[in-house]
């Protein structure tokens, strides 16, 4: 699968102070790199009412990410309660 990252993940991977969560980041990010079909991927879950819309749950954050024509795009990375509000 191709892998492409927009800014805004990019910038709220950076704000994330805990070491923990960001070695769970890029974790996930592996397990995408590696995986032939989006049902290899942990936590994967389809956004209704969005047909190529996904989140990832790490903890107290969620990945917002698209899937189109093998290409996983990886939009945003932010708290539940911050996430629904600009994804999708």
Do not use: W
């Amino acid at each position: 699968m191709n892998l492409v990252y927009t800014k805004a993940i990019t910038k709220d991977v950076r704000k994330i102070k805990d070491q923990k969560t960001k070695n769970a980041v890029l974790e996930i990010i592996q397990n995408i790199k590696k995986a032939s079909t989006l049902k290899e991927v942990p936590s994967l879950k389809k956004m209704s009412g969005h047909p190529s819309a996904y989140r990832i749950r790490i903890g107290i954050y969620r990945m917002g990410l698209y899937f189109e024509d093998d290409t996983v795009i990886l939009a945003r990375f932010l708290k539940r309660n911050d996430i629904y509000k600009v994804f999708p």
